[in-house]
């Protein structure tokens, strides 16, 4: 099954929960006042966000006076093209530059955020880039474990310190390193409990220092992995590790398991971050390039 495909199965429960929703609001009515009210709480109860939403709905009004707009079929047209208006032009991550090329990585725990680095590493590995893989989540030596694990899996060379150590310390010794074996990317763990949250965002923000200490430029990617099934929470989380590090790309997991696929619009919009990469599944292949007429068309078809 090729990738367009898994997503298109992987997409299903938000495509039931909301491109079906749409086609039984508008099947045998008109768009009119009650069928625009109906449509408007769809689109947010899809987590597609409130001003999408009203964005969405006043644009479609404005298009039935023209009368460009009319049965069920042309609803869903528009409703297509709006969406892929709505998401911008394709915007993969690229490795660029002096090298190493750093990717700092944030994220909350339980997003599967160890696991998305370790399948952009067998991805970049495969891409013919050297990788080196830094345990700056030094709070849980689960974390550092995991890590451990991808890298051998991914054939990326490793650094980690011991388990509670200073996370900047590692990160400063992986750039090094980096640097002295002439690697072309280093990817870099760093923690994420929430339920400590002040201390973590200025542990975020020395890391992001450091990084700049140990190599000018860097860190050339923030990429946040956030959980697709956390919805509302995951543009609130987006917004708070934005305003802290300046997130440059979102990496969008478990796409699979939820009905909650609208939030990829409401991060776009609220927060103008370009969501880069997507998984919808657990394979390693299954880590691919955001494209945004793909993502829209699998939702529709």
């Known amino acids: 099954m090729g990738f367009f495909d898994r997503l298109k199965n992987g997409l299903s ?9 749409v086609e039984s609001i508008f099947k045998g009515r008109v768009v009119d006042e009650q069928t625009l009210e109906e449509l408007e709480e769809t689109l947010i109860l899809s987590d597609i966000g409130a001003n999408n939403a009203s964005e969405i709905v006043r644009h479609l009004q404005d298009r039935s006076k023209k009368g460009d707009v009319k049965e069920t079929g042309s609803v869903k047209e528009f409703l297509k093209n709006e969406l892929i208006s709505l998401l911008g032009t394709s915007q993969p991550l690229v490795v660029y530059g002096e090298r190493p090329f ?7 725990n339980g997003v599967g955020k160890t696991t998305t680095i370790g399948k952009l590493a067998s991805r970049l590995r495969n891409e013919g880039h050297t990788v080196l893989l830094a345990a700056g989540d030094t709070f849980r030596a689960a974390a550092i474990e995991q890590l451990e694990i991808w890298s051998k899996r991914a054939d990326a060379q490793f650094v980690k310190h011991q388990s509670g150590s200073d996370p900047s310390a590692v990160v400063f010794d992986a750039i090094e390193a980096a640097k002295a074996r002439k690697i072309d990317v280093v990817i870099i763990d760093t923690a994420g409990r929430l339920h400590t949250k002040s201390p973590l965002m200025e542990e975020l923000k020395k890391v992001k220092r450091v990084c700049g200490k140990a190599m000018q430029g860097a860190p050339h990617e923030i990429l946040l992995v956030v959980d697709a099934t956390n919805g509302q929470n995951a543009l ?12 440059t790309g979102i990496a969008l997991t478990k796409l699979d398991g939820t009905a909650k696929g609208g939030i990829v619009f409401a991060i776009r919009k609220e927060l103008n971050i370009p969501v880069k990469l ?11 390039d955001f494209v945004p007429g793909d993502f829209v068309r699998a939702l529709f078809e």
């Open 102 to 108: 750093v990717i700092l990585t944030v994220g909350v």
């Open 278 to 288: 997507i998984g919808v599944g657990e394979g390693v292949d299954d880590l691919q």
């Open 236 to 247: 609130r989380q987006a917004q708070m590790f934005n305003d802290t590090v300046g997130v």
């Open 13 to 21: 429960k938000t495509k039931h929960g909301f491109v079906e929703k």
